[in-house]
């Protein structure tokens, strides 16, 4: 583990105001306490201003503020990757496994790049987390093969429980496929792999109860 951890909370900025900040700092404060750093003394909300993300660094030498415009909010296109997923419970600076397998998936013509774990598995995207519908359950890939512990999925759960599934790509190419986080909320994902997943008015109806 990195001794000098630099946690990473991205915060979403809504007419004015950051509709899961309550979820940021609870998972910054576990996340300092698990990996040693000292829990920020004060962590205030960013208020005001247009629609943004917020980037708060949180280190031993305090915490570092940036922002940044919100992004497109465009249908994604997925494809696997050949980086393997490494673990990232938590948010960190240490990207260096995603940004591999984002730049090999814009090389490709995609967005972002899918990182699977031993065995096939999906685990998680490079900016994004996975999630599909089978039958009536919301399913996303189990936590325990250590992929981020996000607040979307945290946000999702309040809203219908999420199930956890092991699924190789090929098994997602006939469900109802969309990524979340805590910056741009529910996106549908317009291709996997060269495979259009069938649309769903489900995920288009998460994505408006996403924001509290």
């Known amino acids: 583990m990195n001794r000098n951890p630099i946690l990473i909370e991205t915060v979403r900025m809504r007419d004015g105001a950051a509709p899961l ?25 960013p208020v005001g201003g247009p629609d943004r993300v917020v980037r708060f660094a949180v280190s031993a030498g305090g915490v570092e503020t ?10 994604v296109r997925l494809a696997v990757s050949t980086v393997r997923h490494e673990p990232y419970p938590r948010k960190t600076a240490d990207r260096a496994v995603f ?7 814009e090389a490709a013509g995609a967005d972002d790049g899918v ?3 031993a065995g096939g598995w999906v685990a998680e995207a490079a900016m994004w987390g996975l999630y599909w519908w089978e039958s009536e359950s919301l399913c996303a890939p189990p936590l325990d093969f250590l992929i981020l512990r996000s607040v979307a999925r945290q946000r999702l759960g309040e809203i219908t429980p999420v199930t956890e599934r092991r699924r ?6 006939a ?7 805590a910056a741009r909320g529910v996106v549908e994902v317009a291709v996997l792999d060269g495979n259009v997943p069938p649309p769903d008015p489900r995920i288009g109806e998460l994505a408006r109860a996403f924001w509290p």
Do not use: M
């Not at 700092?25 to 990996?35: G, H």
């Not at 469900?175 to 986080?181: I, Q």
């Open 21 to 45: 900040w309550g979820h940021h700092v609870a998972r910054v404060i576990r996340s300092c306490r698990e990996v040693g750093v000292p829990p920020p003394r004060q962590l205030l909300a």
């Open 66 to 75: 940036t922002e940044r415009p919100v992004g497109s909010l465009a249908p």
């Open 99 to 105: 940004d591999r397998a984002r730049a090999e998936a």
């Open 115 to 117: 990182l699977l774990v």
């Open 168 to 173: 190789t790509p090929a098994e997602l190419r």
């Open 175 to 181: 469900r109802p496929l969309f990524v979340a986080n």
